[in-house]
C-alpha cells in the first residue's frame, strides 16, 4: 500500500515561512513527478508547483520567486519551501505524485491527504 504523507502545515504571519514535506510511505521504485497543488474556499484546485525526474521545475505566476520545490530521492520526499507568505497564499496543500511501482515500474499517480496552511496576523 503507497500512501503520500504531508507535513509542515499550519498557521504563519504574513511575511513568514513555511517548509511543507510530502513522503511517499511503501515498496516503490522511485518517484517521476511530483507536484504540489493548493485550493482555497470557494476555488478551484491550482498548480503552484511541480519537478520533474530531471529536477526541472515550474510555478505559478503568483509564487515565483517566493516558494521553491525540491526533492529528496534517497528519501523519496518532495518539498515545498514557501516564503513571504501572504493572506491569499491560505489553502489546504496537496500534494501529487507519479510513482513507479515493483515489480514492473508502472507509475502511478497519488494524492496526500493535504494540509491547511493559514497566513493570517
Known amino acids: 500500500q503507497v500512501q503520500l504523507v504531508e507535513s509542515g502545515g499550519g498557521l504563519v504571519q504574513p511575511g513568514g515561512s513555511l517548509k511543507l514535506s510530502c513522503a511517499a510511505a511503501g515498496s516503490i521504485f522511485g518517484i517521476d513527478y511530483m507536484g504540489w497543488y493548493r485550493q482555497a474556499p470557494g476555488k478551484q484546485r491550482e498548480l503552484v508547483a511541480a519537478?520533474?525526474?530531471?529536477?526541472?521545475?515550474n510555478y505559478a505566476d503568483s509564487v515565483k520567486g517566493r516558494f521553491s520545490i525540491s526533492r529528496d530521492n534517497a528519501k523519496n520526499t518532495g518539498y515545498l519551501q514557501m516564503t513571504s507568505l501572504k493572506p491569499e497564499d491560505t489553502a489546504v496543500y496537496h500534494c501529487?505524485?507519479?510513482?513507479?511501482?515493483?515489480?514492473?515500474?508502472?507509475?502511478?499517480?497519488?494524492w496526500g491527504q493535504g494540509t491547511q496552511v493559514t497566513v493570517s496576523s
Open positions: 501529487n505524485a507519479a510513482i513507479k511501482l515493483p515489480p514492473a515500474g508502472l507509475i502511478y499517480s497519488y
Open positions: 519537478i520533474n525526474s530531471e529536477n526541472s521545475t
